[in-house]
């Protein structure tokens, strides 16, 4: 969490939200993962993880983020990260206490396709009709309704004169996705939101993104984490294709949502970098 970004310390928020859990839990060795984009973590050894939000852009969501999260069939066959007490709110944060979901990431690259298929289907699965309310719409993150605007207008400016006409080509290529089934998605099935335990998943984490959206959503994030020659395996090339369109604009739409979400000028400079990088090495 940036210190420029708050006022109040990172301790009193998970002071604030872990304050009616068991003694044995609020006493419980804490780490802290720093990694997300759009959240802290504070993990209480095995007992309970702390979601906190960096700032006012994403701490007004959590709440309907959470109540998706609390909506997961409990016969999903993986473990979910279920509320473990109420959302709160301090000085324009917001933090909830989770349950403590076990195993560890995939390595990149890793994961045999039966169980990447195994997991793509228990995700589509889910009856997406009670929880429909609570979802986004597809790339709310990156500006819903108005994420090609977002990109055309804030994006391909700031990508290097020679890469422009490839991420534009990009995003014309998704603005123009041929329709597909709808199902349920849970938006970045894939690197550290999937925990796994000898070989097989065991628990998805980071519900945020979920929405209602093509299958190819989630299969493009499973085919860039997992390995992009995995997908013939467990989908139709005509599914692989509409994945390879999704893909091709990642790193753009993280670059919108640092931009709208008014984050530091540095990582906005940072992922400028990344997506510059990506389509000099993959597309140009």
């Known amino acids: 969490m940036h210190t420029a970004e708050r006022s109040v310390s990172l301790e009193t928020i998970v002071e604030t939200a872990i304050a009616g859990l068991p003694l044995r839990v609020r006493r419980a060795q804490r780490t802290i993962i720093n990694d997300g984009s759009a959240h802290v973590v504070v993990l209480l050894e095995d007992q309970a993880a702390i979601r906190v939000t960096r700032d006012m852009f994403t701490a007004h969501k959590l709440r309907r983020r959470q109540q998706v999260v609390d909506s997961i069939p409990s016969n999903l066959g993986l ?7 109420p959302v709160v709110e301090i000085e324009g944060h917001a933090a909830v206490a989770t349950e403590y979901v076990s195993g560890a990431p995939c390595p990149a690259g890793d994961g ?3 169980e990447l298929q195994r997991l793509l289907e228990a995700v589509s699965s889910i009856d997406p009709g009670p929880l429909q309310p609570m979802l986004n719409e597809p790339l709310s993150f990156c500006g819903g309704a108005n994420w090609y605007a977002v990109q055309i207008e804030e994006v391909i400016p700031r990508i290097d004169q020679p890469l422009r006409n490839l ?5 014309e290529a998704l603005s123009h996705l041929e329709p597909e089934e709808q199902v349920f998605s849970h938006g970045d099935l894939g690197g550290y939101n999937v925990m796994w335990h000898r070989g097989q998943a ?3 984490l980071d519900w945020d993104l979920s929405s209602i959206s093509g299958r190819s959503t989630d299969l493009a994030s499973l085919g860039v984490w997992h390995g992009w020659q995995k997908l013939s395996k467990i989908a139709s090339p005509h599914q692989v294709n509409l994945a390879g369109i999704r893909r091709n604009t990642f790193r753009l739409q993280q670059l919108g949502f640092l931009i709208i979400a008014q984050r530091p000028e540095p990582e906005i400079s940072a992922a400028i970098d990344r997506a510059n990088k990506w389509f000099a090495e993959n597309l140009a």
């Open 167 to 171: 991420a534009r080509e990009a995003i």
């Open 79 to 85: 473990a979910v990260p279920r509320s473990l007490g």
């Open 112 to 114: 045999e396709p039966e």
């Open 202 to 204: 065991t628990g998805i």
